[in-house]
């Protein structure tokens, strides 16, 4: 019995985590076809290169037209327009909607040129008496007038090019699992491969003279089994991001267990034994070990599962498993699948469903049974709050920051905050972001974001964030600009940063401020009203009209394009750029980057506030340590300093 291994002191479960987790059995990052792509990890952030829509399209069947056409227009007293001609999906328009004028347009068609809002089917009417436009007026559509019975306003029933994403956007971070959410995404966006996290490969070895593959002749008078762990660990390993190679199994011989455990070794990044780790006689795994590579651990403090082994063979990670199949098992989702998913960049696995308490409250009262898309956010206190996402049954990005759904019955008139619901998850691995970020669109916010793990950020502007944050949802708000002395939020940084109006190369109008957009003929793209950028132009503006002499009112109304607004930061500067606009509300690093030209108007600070609930996070202490540290993100960006005390 001199032979005999006996164990060492028994490690404890930490111990072994350790051990396991010290391995390296992550691969290198690799490049592969979207249509591939499922359940793979993105290895580095992914950016919209153009903008979903990439156009101005109508987002129901009606009439586009000027929406300065139906002001006042009613029921009783309706605008009259000419109908002149018809627009429908997939083809390019060949009308032009002059003032007075109107086009029949379907849903998902590209606005004519001169429409800058659609008329609703439901409001119009044929003034020749027919049914209505939409039903059961002549088929061929040839009537010239059109009575309008609503007033529009300029954008209304328009999805505007970008609203779903912008060019230029943040789409995907680092770390994102692609589900086939992410996939229509980045289908959307025209991605036709992406790079991701390698899947390590994990090399199976089930020992034993018992142990007979499935499908094979058993013999049990021998005392011969069936080979249970090959297909379960298998299972495990695919379940948990990696990619499993099942080897022959081998019996209790040293040599040629020694030979298989090598070569799994050359082609794996780890390789995974069941059997032969107990302490008696014939069992040689730990001796094959200990003189082919490193042996760290045999052996730990837990039941089922005690005999274990860690350690190395060759270039390759190692863990012997239990041969029971119930101790493997338990051992392989305790220690090694967590490993396997850290290597594969997957996410820890959660139930399909999980209780929740609403995070404001939401009113609906459709009469219908609703799905509501939420994400999930944890307070505070470890609790799990669901928010309400939705932007559209248009918007792919509502799915992607979305968790799951909550099922609203037909009778529920509102949620209150507060209220527990249960949120059914679009997969068993969502869990809540362990940041939850909401604001302003920045460049250098999104390089920041590319540092914590498994953040999640809505860029919906700083009048939205400020809203939210007083409502207790996000753990962070960046806001730009100017922002109300009410909040109550911690600072925790922030940066300062040049904007204005972006222009062509060179400046060929030779624009010089605001005032030329003002006085002269010039088209400009703006930003929406709850952004900072907006929200300094109407202070600059305000500015302007006081040494004039003049309102606010009377500046804007002079600049085309000043009310049909665009929602992303990098979205005027494109509009510039394709040489749809003189000038686009934006960043000096923006114009940077795009090569184009740029007109200073002024400088504004951004600042990330910290719920003040929330600050014992650890995703809100991580984005601390890098605001602490941003002198390398500002250095790279135009028109970018550190905020400095005011």
Known sequence: MSDRKEFRDLASSAEAREAVESLDL????????????????????????????????????????????????????????????????????????????????????????????????????????????????????????????????PGEHVMVAGADIAAGSRALGPGTELTPREIGLLSALGVDEVPVRGRPTVGIVSTGDELVRPGGDLHSERGQIYDVNSYTVAAGVEEAGGEPRLYPHVGDDYDELERVLVDASEECDLVLSSGSTSASAVDVVYRVIEERGDLLLHGVALKPGKPMLVGTVGDAAYVGLPGYPVSALTIFRTFVAPAVRDAAGKPDPQTASVDAEMAVRERYSEGRMRLLPVGLVEDGDGGTLAYPVDKGSGATTSLVDADGVVAVDPDTEYLAAGEPVTVDLFSPDVRPPELFGVGEDDPALSRLLDRLPRPRYLPVGSREATRRLRDGVPDVAVTAGPVGDDLDADPLGGWRRDWGLVVPADNPDDVDGFAALVDRDLRFVNRDS???????????????????????????????????????????????????????????????????????????????HGNPDRLGKPGVAALRDELDATDDVLRDLAGYAPLTDE
């Open 530 to 608: 709850g952004s900072g950028l907006r929200a300094s132009l109407r202070d600059h503006v305000a500015d302007l009209a006081a040494d004039r002499g003049v309102s606010r009112q009377e500046l804007t109304d002079a600049v085309d394009g000043y009310d049909f607004t665009v929602r992303a930061h990098e979205s005027p500067a494109r509009s510039v750029l394709d040489g749809d606009a003189d000038a686009g509300l934006g960043l000096r690093a923006t114009a940077d980057r795009l090569g184009l030209g740029f007109v200073p108007l002024g400088t504004q600070a951004v600042r990330v």
């Open 26 to 153: 992550a691969p290198d990052p690799e490049t592969v076809p979207l249509r591939e792509a499922r359940s793979r990890v993105l290895a580095e952030r992914v950016d919209a290169d153009l903008d979903v829509p990439g156009f101005d399209r109508a987002a129901m069947d009606g009439y586009a037209v000027r929406a300065r056409d139906t002001f006042g227009a009613d029921e009783a007293d309706p605008a009259v327009l000419d109908r002149v001609g018809a627009v429908h999906a997939g083809a390019e328009p060949d009308v032009t909607v002059e003032p007075g004028t109107c086009a029949e347009i379907s849903t998902g068609a590209v606005m004519p040129d001169g429409a800058d809002a659609v008329v609703m089917v439901e409001r119009t009417s044929e003034v020749d008496g027919s049914e209505g436009a939409g039903g059961g007026g002549d088929e061929d559509g040839d009537a010239t007038e059109i009575e309008v019975r609503s007033s529009v306003t």
